[in-house]
């Protein structure tokens, strides 16, 4: 059974940083396009940022370029966003997603498993 299990969310001001983490079981990460998506209250969800595994090419959202940055250690079976500069349009609920086919953002219903999600508040 896939669990993902994400931890790291928050609350934090403005122009704080956070860094949230994804681990695997019964998955490994070094497989498929890993990465995260968020949804916020009344809106849809929307990929941030993704990354496939050995080649390592990364790809995000142009509303997160530059302050985000995905990575995952294939010894620990992790995936990472760290997040900085944020804003209060960051606020949201943040899911780890595992194969995420031909790594798009922009096809969420297509990502095979999930994460619960960890939520992120960002203080104006």
Do not use: H
């Not at 250690?73 to 960051?90: H, I, R």
């Amino acid at each position: 059974q896939v669990q993902l299990v994400e931890s790291g969310g928050g609350s934090v001001q403005a122009g704080g940083s956070l860094r949230l983490s994804c681990a695997a079981s019964g998955y490994t990460f070094s497989r498929n396009c890993v990465g995260w998506f968020r949804q916020a209250p009344g809106k849809e969800r929307e990929g941030v940022a993704v990354i496939s595994p050995g080649i390592g090419i990364t790809r995000y959202a142009d509303s997160v370029k530059g302050r985000f940055t995905i990575s995952q250690d294939n010894t620990k079976n992790t995936v990472y966003l760290q997040m900085n500069s944020l804003n209060s349009e960051d606020t949201a609920m943040y899911y780890c997603a595992a194969e995420v086919p031909f790594c798009r953002l922009s096809a969420p219903w297509s990502v095979k498993y999930w994460g619960q999600g960890t939520q992120v508040t960002v203080a104006s």
